[in-house]
């Protein structure tokens, strides 16, 4: 069983420093189950009695789907504030900052344009990425960033997990989980899970775990840029809204980190309040909140299959050693303390 030590607590705290034009350093991307940024919550570092960590404990009531993913995003999204993902995506010749976000995420796809770049991240501003992509493809390799990737996975979940929890009867039972739910997953119309998938899986298990939290991760996301869209919210407009439900990314990080001028988020904020779905105080009505509600419900039942596959006993076993992974990461200072996430 798994015990809430803090391995590499001498680097908790850590973060990139921001690189030149595609600079501000590791972003937490929020589409790869939520694209928008529901689908992280974390209150920051440490924080276990609050936040996101917090409210892994008991009185969930969402579906299954969501309580895995709630469960379980952190193991793999740590990667976008690890330190050793900029580094050593950066010693491969990518511009340190957006750049390694960017080119890192869509490597699995292939050398495409700044346009599918966007297209697929949903709630980034297109000319941002324009200035990442596809000139980080002439700087390196989507073959070389994959490898990079993984490498610095490797790096990351050995300093906050620590020895111990690499090699434990935990990580060996939540690998065998979380690869058996991702062979349920289905490509039709998920770009960015498509590219994930036709990828080899790694040998160790820690980071046959990672892979398959990404697989699922943006499985669960390409669903939910299908909601979104069915829902007539634009990525712009996704994210102003997410933030109004105070959940997720504090709206000065999201907006600056998606690249948003704040008139265009001002704008964009009007256009919600005419349309019924803010309040004048920028929280949201009672139609906006509907329509975030279904837009989730929506994501949620794109996303069952790998859990409706798993069966309930598993789902709650993977969803254990999860939580109890995702506390050590989170104690050990997987992400920043504050300034990014909402705190509830």
């Not at 957006?98 to 050398?111: D, I, K, L, T, V």
């Amino acid at each position: 069983m798994l015990t809430l030590t803090r391995p590499g607590a001498g680097l908790a705290g850590r973060r990139a420093l921001p690189g030149p034009e595609c600079a501000s350093g590791w972003l937490a991307p929020t589409a790869a189950g939520q694209l928008d940024g529901s689908k992280s919550s974390a209150a920051g570092a440490g924080r276990l009695s609050g936040g996101w960590a917090g409210r892994y404990g008991s009185g969930m009531t969402s579906p299954l789907a969501r309580r895995v993913h709630n469960a379980t995003n952190a193991l793999h999204s740590l990667i976008y504030f690890a330190p050793e993902t900029e580094e050593l995506l950066a010693a491969t010749g990518l511009e340190p900052g957006r750049m390694c976000y960017f080119a890192g995420r869509s490597a699995p796809m292939g050398a495409v344009s700044g346009g599918v770049v966007a297209a697929a991240f949903y709630n980034f501003n297109p000319a941002l990425v324009a200035r990442c992509i596809p000139r980080a493809w002439q700087l390196s390799s989507p073959a070389a960033v994959i490898r990079a990737r993984f490498a610095a996975a490797d790096a990351a979940l050995a300093r906050l997990l620590g020895p111990d929890v690499i090699a434990s009867a935990d990580m060996a039972a939540l690998t065998g989980l979380v690869r058996d739910a991702a062979s349920a997953c289905g490509a039709e119309g998920r770009p960015l899970y498509a590219g994930h998938a036709d990828l080899d899986w790694p040998e160790a298990p820690h980071l046959v775990m990672w892979h398959g939290l990404t697989l699922l991760r943006e499985h669960r996301g390409d669903g939910h840029v299908a909601a979104l869209l069915a829902s007539g919210l634009s990525g712009i407009e996704a994210l102003v809204t997410h933030t109004a439900t105070g959940k997720g990314f504090l709206p000065g990080f999201a907006r600056a980190s998606r690249g948003w001028s704040q008139e265009q988020w001002d704008a964009v904020t009007d256009d919600l309040v005419a349309r019924g779905l803010l309040e004048a105080d920028g929280g949201l009505t009672s139609a906006g909140q509907a329509l975030r509600a279904q837009a989730e419900a929506e994501t949620d039942k794109m996303a069952a299959s790998p859990w409706q596959h798993l069966g309930d006993e598993r789902a709650e076993e993977l969803i254990r050693i999860g939580k109890a992974m995702t506390r050590l990461v989170m104690s050990a200072g997987a992400f920043p303390a504050d300034g990014v996430f909402a705190a509830r």
